[in-house]
């Protein structure tokens, strides 16, 4: 069971590129998330998904963008990077339904800078 | 307001002694859940510990367990018995619906054990 799979681990881009974070889960879970970890500020959430084709906005949502075509997949895109953009990027997954006792599983982790 | 508050940035302990990391929160909810993820210098996330609000004993797993004052909002993590390889950040989190049934993360605490 791979749990949450995101790629890449590490990536440098340049100001003003764009790229895509992928992550992927094979636990059926209909929730989804992305945060973005940065030092002293816990993990902060930047999009979320209560599954495929529903998705809605966290805390810091400006500058990427996100889809959900398929329960399984849920891609983090950044549109135009920019320096303050510098962080480690976690996908994580759980079971829904309104529940409040299920934990999320996260991904290893991307880390990515900005130069 | 800070959903979450964890008001120890850092924490030294000596090996084989018990540890307090404290964690406040706030929430309106009747039901929410509190967890605790632990983080080591590999940078994935670990899960902890869960414990939810109506749960009438504190929750325990191991050498974890967590002192849950529903009254005063805290939910502290105990960890007995230290050993080096607690050495980590460690984060206080909440799910519960005032948020949209997301988790909501503290700041961390780093933990350093000394031998």
């Known amino acids: 069971n791979a749990g949450v799979t995101q790629t890449p681990k590490f990536q440098v881009l340049k100001t003003g590129q764009s790229m895509t974070l992928q992550c992927a889960q094979d636990m059926n879970h209909e929730y989804m998330s992305w945060y973005r970890q940065d030092p002293g500020m816990g993990l902060r959430l930047i999009h979320y998904s209560v599954g495929a084709g529903i998705t809605d906005q966290g805390e810091v949502p400006n500058g990427y963008n996100v889809s959900r075509s398929t329960t399984e997949d849920f891609p983090l895109r950044l549109l135009s990077a920019a320096p303050s953009q510098t962080s480690v990027y976690f996908c994580?997954?759980?079971?829904?339904?309104?529940?409040?006792?299920?934990?999320?599983?996260f991904g290893s982790g991307t880390r990515l800078t900005v130069v | 307001a800070q959903k979450i508050t964890q008001t120890q940035p850092g924490m030294f302990v000596q090996e084989k002694e018990a540890v307090t990391l404290d964690c406040t929160y706030d929430t309106s909810d009747p039901s929410y859940g509190l967890f605790w993820y632990k983080q080591p210098s590999s940078g994935e996330m670990i899960f902890l510990i869960y414990q939810g609000s109506y749960d009438q004993q504190n929750a325990t797993e191991g050498r974890y367990s967590l002192n849950f004052q529903k009254a005063r909002k805290s939910a502290n993590l105990v960890i007995s018995a230290s050993q080096l390889g607690d050495s980590a950040m460690y984060f206080c989190?909440?799910?519960?619906?005032?948020?949209?049934?997301?988790?909501?993360f503290g700041a961390g605490t780093i933990l350093r054990v000394k031998s």
């Open positions: 994580a997954s759980s079971y829904g339904d309104g529940g409040v006792n299920y934990g999320y599983t």
């Open positions: 989190a909440m799910r519960g619906l005032e948020y949209g049934n997301k988790l909501v």
